[in-house]
């Protein structure tokens, strides 16, 4: 079978091409990919090419397919894995393979390291070794993107789950968040902040009292504040206060104030800066966990430390990045009792944007940039359907399912997009 993918050769190098596919071996599945979400590691990945982690040293003569938020149909199961897997059904992956002995290693992972897997791709090759890891989970829920997006999801689910607390006199850590506790998300509402404010205002178990999201860009807070509301969160018995960090004359003070003057038992930093990360240092409370969630380009990256208070006031500091196969199930269960993550997604594209959006993500506002890999489409924010509704039916008619869903993506609107995009009645 003929795929059409994003390849990538090298730094920058990202190649849209059509190829041939091998038969599929006894202990592998082919599947169609629908749709797939851009996600900045793999920008990091392209930016660096071989020299990145997860990337084979010999990418150059034997490409990879890069994307590893998506979501699609099987198609083909090898007779392996025909007694859990069957034609028909929709999947989603968890890309961290935490296994010992793979082709590059314990940091492989489709869409870094794997010639016939990738989000990217109209068809892919699924490895025995994601099977064999329980990385291929069977979706059960309605369209495909909640699928793509659970796979982002799992990553603040996981950074939640890492974060710790102690108690004195003892050295058994108590893994989570402070249920009942105080949380600051710094810089939270970009794609991930999103994500992570949608789950913990979601969750029924282990959630703070006190939800404070700063960012210093108005208007984007004013979004999330539209899509995830203080009521919506009162409702949930929390009190979420969306703030300005920019209008502040002294951040540090007015966010302790904020907290009742305790400072805050959970920090989140979602952007690599410096200031962002000292400014969650500062607001720690007693015992408070800062968790570094931004992965920063730079690897000399640093920020100041206050380390009196790691002694006398036992705050501490994690990072993670990337979630579990654990976390994605929770991600999936999660989304089964009515969590949406349409807030994340504002651009819209086809396979033939992805080169060039990968390449420039950083520079390209919003959040999420869904893909849908069968569609010849420019990469384009939901809030220009409109306008272009004005010329171009198609896009009229998807403006206006946009807009019964207050603006957002939704099951309505791919469904509507696989099944009238002018890109796909040529076929």
Same mark, same amino acid.
């Given at each position: 079978m003929k795929t059409r993918a994003v390849r990538?050769?090298?730094?920058?190098? /990202?190649?849209?091409?059509?190829?041939?596919?091998?038969?599929?071996?006894?202990?592998?599945?082919?599947?169609?990919?629908?749709?797939?979400?851009?996600?900045?590691s793999s920008y990091k990945a392209s930016s660096q090419g071989a020299d990145h982690k997860r990337i084979p040293d010999n990418v150059a003569?034997?490409?990879?397919?890069?994307?590893?938020?998506?979501?699609?149909?099987?198609?083909?199961?090898?007779?392996?894995?025909?007694?859990?897997?069957?034609?028909?059904?929709?999947?989603?992956?968890?890309?961290a393979l935490y296994y010992e002995n793979g082709p590059v290693g314990i940091l492989s992972a489709p869409g870094y390291s794997y010639p016939y897997i990738g989000g990217d791709a109209t068809y892919v090759i699924i490895p025995n070794e994601v099977m064999e890891q329980d990385c291929l989970l069977v979706y059960h829920g309605e369209g495909y993107y909640p699928a793509s997006l659970s796979e982002p999801l799992s990553c603040v689910i996981g950074a939640m789950h890492a974060n710790y607390h102690t108690t004195p006199g003892?050295?058994?850590?108590?893994?989570?968040?402070?249920?009942? +506790?105080?949380?600051?998300?710094?810089?939270?509402? +970009?794609?991930?902040?999103?994500?992570?404010?949608?789950?913990v205002l979601r969750r029924e178990e282990v959630?703070?009292?006190?939800?404070?999201?700063?960012?210093?860009?108005?208007?984007?807070?004013?979004?999330?504040?539209?899509?995830?509301?203080?009521?919506f969160a009162a409702s949930r018995g929390i009190d979420l206060k969306y703030v300005n960090t920019g209008k502040m004359e002294n951040p540090v003070e007015e966010l302790k104030a904020i907290s009742g003057g305790t400072g805050f038992d959970d920090v989140f930093v979602f952007a690599p800066v410096r200031p962002v990360v000292e400014q969650g240092d500062a607001i720690l409370a007693f015992d408070g966990c800062l968790n570094f969630f931004a992965?920063?380009?730079? #690897?000399?990256?640093?920020a100041m430390l206050n380390f009196y208070n790691v002694h006398y006031a036992y705050t501490h500091i994690v990072g993670t990045s990337g979630g579990n196969k654990d976390d994605m199930v929770e991600? /999936?269960?999660?989304?089964?009792? +009515?969590?949406? #993550?349409a807030g994340l997604v504002t651009h819209i594209g086809g396979l033939n944007a992805v080169a060039e959006a990968t390449n420039n993500l950083p520079h390209i506002p919003g959040g999420k940039k869904l893909i849908y890999t069968h569609v010849e489409m420019p990469l384009t924010p939901i809030s220009d359907f409109a306008k272009l509704g004005e010329t171009d039916g198609f896009f009229r008619v998807l403006a206006e399912i946009c807009d019964r869903h207050n603006g957002l993506w939704s099951v309505e609107a791919e469904t509507y997009l696989l099944s009238n995009h002018p890109s796909l009645q040529k076929r």
């Open positions: 990538l050769y090298g730094k920058k190098d /990202l190649r849209l091409e059509e190829f041939e596919l091998p038969a599929i071996k006894d202990d592998e599945i082919l599947a169609k990919v629908v749709s797939d979400s851009l996600c900045m003569e034997y490409p990879i397919i890069i994307g590893h938020e998506f979501s699609g149909e099987l198609l083909e199961v090898g007779s392996k894995w025909a007694d859990k897997f069957k034609a028909g059904d929709k999947f989603s992956i968890q890309p003892s050295y058994q850590h108590k893994m989570e968040i402070v249920d009942g +506790g105080k949380m600051a998300i710094l810089a939270g509402v +970009g794609p991930m902040g999103l994500a992570a404010i949608n789950f959630k703070p009292s006190l939800l404070v999201v700063t960012d210093i860009d108005q208007s984007r807070l004013d979004r999330a504040a539209s899509i995830y509301t203080v009521e992965g920063p380009d730079n #690897p000399n990256f640093s991600a /999936l269960e999660i989304m089964s009792k +009515g969590l949406d #993550p």
